[in-house]
C-alpha cells in the first residue's frame, strides 16, 4: 500500500518499539538483579519475615504479567512493521477495508478497522 505518510507511521512504530524495549529491558535488570530485601531497603542481617517473602512473591509475578503485556505489545508493533514492508499496512485484516489515518494515528499497530473492532468487543 502506498499511503501517504506511511514513513512517519514507520518512524512512529519504531520509537514505540524503542521504548518499549527500553522500559523492559529496565524492568527486567530491575528484577533479576535485586533480592526482596534489597528492593525493600532492608539492609539489615535479619532473615526476612514470611510476610515480606509474601509481598516480594506477589510483586514478582505483577512484573512478570506486565513483562508479559508489554511482550504482547512488543509483538503488535513488530507485526505492524512487517505489514508496512509487505505493503498490507493500513488495511483490515477482516474486511480488507482501509482501516483509516484517523485510527492509524490513534492506535498505529490497529490490525482491524472501526468496524471490525467494534464488533469482535460487542458493540
Known amino acids: 500500500m502506498d499511503r501517504p505518510g506511511l514513513s512517519d507511521f ?3 512504530l519504531l520509537a514505540m518499539r524503542r521504548e518499549l524495549v527500553g522500559r523492559l529491558e529496565a524492568a527486567e535488570n530491575e528484577s533479576l538483579h535485586k533480592s526482596g530485601r534489597d528492593a525493600a531497603g532492608d539492609l539489615s542481617g535479619y532473615p526476612l519475615h514470611m510476610a515480606d517473602a509474601g509481598c516480594d512473591n506477589y510483586l514478582s509475578q505483577a ?8 511482550s504482547e505489545a512488543l509483538q503488535m508493533l513488530d507485526e505492524a512493521l512487517r505489514r508496512i514492508e509487505e505493503g498490507t499496512y493500513g488495511v483490515c485484516r477482516n ?10 494515528r490513534a492506535l498505529p499497530h490497529a490490525r482491524t ?3 471490525c473492532a467494534s464488533r ?3 458493540r
Open 10 to 12: 514507520k518512524a512512529r
Open 63 to 70: 512484573d512478570l504479567t506486565v513483562a508479559g503485556s508489554a
Open 113 to 115: 478497522c472501526y468496524e
Open 120 to 122: 469482535a468487543e460487542g
Open 95 to 104: 474486511c480488507g477495508q482501509d482501516i483509516g489515518d484517523q485510527r492509524l
